[in-house]
């Protein structure tokens, strides 16, 4: 398995626009995180799915902050309309809830917005 | 108060030192993490535990449940091992609380 994987690793943006980072979790995992890094806060936890169901949304931020899980092997978060504050690094992790196992972190995007 | 406390938040050692990092919770846990962050890099998973103790290498997480306390120890410390190391826990509903994490940097 190729783990978790994001795109885009980068990504600067101007303020207002439309950002949109994608996560296909690992093949059979059934819970999916998205989190978001930034040196004041360190990591939050933004949004969890279960079995492609948000289950806690409660750490988005705001109305522009939107995530689906259309399939059990792709997430997106969206931002819209984008801020210089939205700029962090945004990890997506994956697990398989019913069993012990760990969580296994994507690379990150790390979103800048000028 | 944050849910999961690390300290040190930082720790600088030479090549070759014992190295201790500790995390204490407060909630009621059903696995803690200790994950490894290099800078500017990615986030992995070392350990996942819910009692005892485990190795990997020169790494070895412990966890008192009782406590609510876990030490991360690193034998024989390497330059290679300086990163950013995170305590964090898993509740119920399988979501992490992070601890502030601890910067570690071993100088050859």
């Known amino acids: 398995d190729a783990g978790v994987i994001q795109s885009p690793r980068h990504e600067v943006t101007e303020m207002g626009q439309e950002v949109t980072l994608r996560c296909k979790p690992i093949?059979?995992?059934?819970?999916l995180f998205w989190y978001r890094q930034t040196m004041m806060r360190g990591l939050e936890l933004l949004i969890y799915f279960n079995n492609n169901v948000p289950i806690d949304d409660s750490g988005m931020p705001e109305d522009r902050f939107s995530a689906k899980m259309p399939n059990a092997s792709f997430s997106t978060l969206k931002i819209q309309p984008s801020e210089p504050r939205d700029s962090a690094v945004y990890f997506c992790a994956s697990s398989y809830r019913g069993r012990n196992y760990g969580y296994t972190f994507g690379s990150g995007t790390r979103l800048t917005v000028v | 108060k944050n849910e999961v406390e690390q300290s040190p938040q930082n720790l600088t050692a030479q090549e070759g030192e014992f190295i201790t990092i500790n995390c204490s919770y407060s909630?009621?846990?059903?696995?803690l993490h200790w994950l490894q962050q290099h800078p500017g890099g990615g986030i992995v998973s070392l350990f996942m535990?819910?009692?005892g103790k485990k190795k990997h290498g020169r790494l070895i997480a412990t966890i008192n449940i009782q406590e609510k306390h876990s030490s991360l120890h690193i034998t024989a410390s390497h330059p290679r091992d300086s990163a950013v190391y995170i305590c964090a826990v898993t509740s119920s509903n399988y979501k992490l609380t992070f601890g502030k994490g601890t910067l570690l940097t071993v100088n050859p």
């Open positions: 093949s059979g995992h059934n819970s």
């Open positions: 909630v009621g846990i059903s696995a």
């Open positions: 535990l819910s009692s």
